[in-house]
């Protein structure tokens, strides 16, 4: 069974752009969640997905967007971005709750100039 | 509310030493706990969880922890380090029906030859 894939796996963007993120679950996974992490703050929960409504939300501004589709693909957009979003932003993809596990994948490494 | 303390942000042992990294809990619902590994530059892998099922929750990589609920532990054994073990490593709870995981600040593994 493939992993959890999430592109692209590197990004360098200007503050003030906005950037969007991809992730696709393991097939027959329901829940997607996405988390920052940076040396500063640590692992980070942005939001969780589960079959299309955002079931949970972490202390992040409006900034931070999200979505799912019909498929269980999830994106997350950033917009106005600031020196601070630069991090590593990993997906994470589940069945259901937390009984079951929760799949990582490699992250996407976003860099804000 | 949720949180984990993991003690040690950086802790080194010989090749063939016990490891010992410590988890410390704190939930106000019946908890899931896990503990995950991060090479560089890579996703979180998986390591175990404890769902209730048992206290004493066995691993990939040779790796087990044991809930202890009167100490609010959940400390990550390993009997012999290898070289390969060398990683950071994270304690997570959640609890009730999202996927949403609160992590520790992360314990960096180093092994001597």
């Known amino acids: 069974k493939a992993g959890v894939t999430q592109t692209p796996r590197y990004l360098i963007k200007t503050r003030g752009q906005q950037v969007t993120l991809s992730c696709s679950p393991i097939?027959?996974?329901?829940?997607v969640s996405w988390y920052q992490q940076t040396p500063g703050q640590g692992l980070q929960f942005l939001f969780e997905?589960?079959?299309?409504?955002?079931?949970n939300k972490g202390n992040f501004p409006g900034r931070f967007s999200g979505r799912q589709f019909s498929n269980s693909r999830s994106e997350m957009n950033v917009s106005t971005l600031e020196l601070g979003d630069s991090a590593l932003y990993l997906c994470?993809?589940?069945?259901?709750?937390?009984?079951?596990?929760?799949?990582f994948g490699p992250g996407t490494r976003l860099t804000v100039t | 509310a949720q949180s984990v303390t993991q003690l040690g942000s950086h802790v080194s042992v010989s090749e063939g030493a016990l490891v010992l990294l410590r988890c410390n809990y704190s939930?106000?619902?019946?908890?899931?706990l896990f503990w995950y590994v991060q090479y560089p530059n890579q996703g979180l892998q998986l390591l175990l969880k404890?769902?209730?099922?048992?206290?004493l929750v066995k691993g990939i990589n040779g790796f087990e922890a044991e809930f202890k609920k009167s100490e609010t532990s959940f400390h990550l054994t390993k009997p012999s380090a290898h070289m390969s073990d060398a990683a950071e490593y994270f304690c997570?709870?959640?609890?009730?029906?999202?996927?949403?995981?609160?992590f520790g600040t992360g314990t960096l593994l180093a092994v001597q030859p």
């Open positions: 997905y589960f079959s299309e409504t955002q079931r």
């Open positions: 097939s027959g996974h329901r829940s």
């Open positions: 939930s106000s619902v019946p908890p899931y």
């Open positions: 997570a709870v959640t609890g009730g029906a999202t996927n949403k995981l609160i």
């Open positions: 404890y769902t209730s099922a048992a206290t």
């Open positions: 994470a993809s589940s069945y259901r709750d937390p009984s079951y596990e929760q799949y």
